[in-house]
């Protein structure tokens, strides 16, 4: 299977790195296709890994990460192109975090009240929006082990099919428990949990860290 992975930073090497050991063909998606920090993960990577623009990683993959910053992550898909994204999965892994004031950060999407999940599916309805993977750090992302115990995961989505795809991928990087919150509007709480996911990063001094639902 090959993945297209939008996005530079530290979520988008993080994703790349796990879809790479795993076996898989990733290309790495940027505004410029001879971006420096792509080409520098793509050498880092071996043959399975390549690089391009936002357009090239979405018509590679047949799924699509969005890994880019929530800011920015509209403008990104719209570059990567509705007819490269039209009819697969798109995991959304962004966070809709507004620093303007300094920190801590707020959310852009809260005065309307939706998600940016939400906003990505309105603007390509064709795409099978999943929002996965929002909630833990980056470096946790690919090696839940990091956390000591089981803890859980969360994906939110319209397509039922799409849900199920990512969870088995999830599971393939390392995840025992992985719960379905139900369609895209779910998504509204998986994002705010990120203002409560940093103020525990403040007071636990590190980003290694996530939950466990008890019932």
């Known amino acids: 299977m090959r993945f297209g992975v939008l996005g530079t930073g530290t979520v988008g090497a993080a994703v790349g790195t796990k879809l790479v050991s795993l076996g898989y063909a990733v290309r790495m998606g940027s505004r410029e296709a001879a971006n420096p920090k792509a080409r520098d993960w793509a050498a880092g990577q071996g043959a399975r890994a390549s690089v391009g623009t936002f357009a090239d990683a979405a018509a590679f993959g047949e799924i699509v990460f969005n890994c880019t910053a929530g800011t920015g992550s509209l403008e990104a898909l719209g570059a990567a192109g509705d007819a490269n994204l039209r009819g697969k999965v798109l995991v959304d892994v962004a966070n809709p975090l507004e620093f303007q004031k300094g920190m801590p950060p707020s959310l852009f999407t809260a005065a309307a009240g939706d998600s940016l999940a939400e906003r990505i599916q309105k ?66 709480g998986l994002e705010a949990y990120l203002l409560l996911w940093l103020r525990l990063w403040g007071a636990l001094q590190t980003p290694n860290l996530n939950v466990r639902v008890v019932h």
């Open 123 to 188: 603007a390509f309805p064709d795409a099978k929006v999943v929002k996965a993977l929002n909630t833990v750090n980056a470096g946790v992302m690919g090696h839940p082990e990091r956390v000591p115990g089981e803890t859980d995961l969360f994906v939110a989505g319209n397509d039922s099919g799409a849900k199920e795809r990512v969870a088995a991928l999830l599971r393939e990087f390392g995840w025992k428990s992985v719960i379905d919150l139900g369609d895209v509007t779910a998504a509204r």
